[in-house]
């Protein structure tokens, strides 16, 4: 089974469960009518690898929700989780540190939670743009849950709740 084929089955898994409660998950093309100006997700796919629209992260958060599901496997949501928990305890590591060995162990307050901080983004957007791209279910998914904007260079499509 190859990693899109988990991420797949991950997200097809929470819209049956979203779809026992009566809540509505869109997880194709067709069924967000006029926010895509693609009719199929090789067309979309098509521009996406000429460069005339790109895929760009709409959040600026970090959902745990979004990581078990895009995330295919256990190594990269142990390294996203080890990130997570690294980015709160180096600052106390770097405190104890310092009385330890050097003051200069003080300076990892600052800077270390800000290196696991972006490593953790770094790992989510990449998992993010790789499963959009090569998933129309994927795509679907996170596109629903505002994770993910379309830019052609003329207008931004994103998913709006009201319509």
Known sequence: M???EKIENNILKRVELVK???LYIPISFKE???DIPFKTFNEFKDELTLGNVVIQKFNFGLD???VNNIFASKTNIFRFYFYLIMMYLSPVISI???FIYSFWWLVGVLFFPIIFLKLMK?????Y???AASNSEIAFSFLFFLREI???DFKTNYYWEKNK
Do not use: G
């Open 128 to 130: 993010l743009f790789y």
């Open 149 to 151: 904007s379309i830019k």
């Open 96 to 98: 104890i540190l310092s």
């Open 2 to 4: 190859t990693q899109i």
């Open 122 to 126: 770094r790992l989510y957007s990449s």
């Open 20 to 22: 026992q409660k009566s």
């Open 32 to 34: 967000f009518n006029n």
């Open 64 to 66: 745990s929700f979004v």
